[in-house]
């Protein structure tokens, strides 16, 4: 991903890859943070997520 990608793509790049139906949840691993749907609009770099480990976790 790039600084300029959305997270609302992030999360979609994610969501293919989960099984249908299953409901999961993205963060970042430190500072411990979920990332909020209402994020979804602001870019990579705008939510502070340039470097940082995102993670997919069952929710």
């Not at 790039?2 to 970042?28: K, M, Q, S, Y």
């Not at 430190?30 to 609009?41: G, I, Q």
């Not at 705008?46 to 997919?56: C, D, Y």
């Amino acid at each position: 991903m790039n600084v300029t990608h959305t997270v609302g793509e992030l999360r979609g790049f994610i969501d293919a890859a989960c099984p249908a139906g299953r409901a999961c949840t993205i963060g970042t691993t430190f500072p411990t943070r979920v990332l909020d749907p209402a994020e979804d609009a602001r870019t990579v770099k705008e939510a502070g997520l340039r470097g940082v480990v995102v993670v997919q976790s069952w929710a």
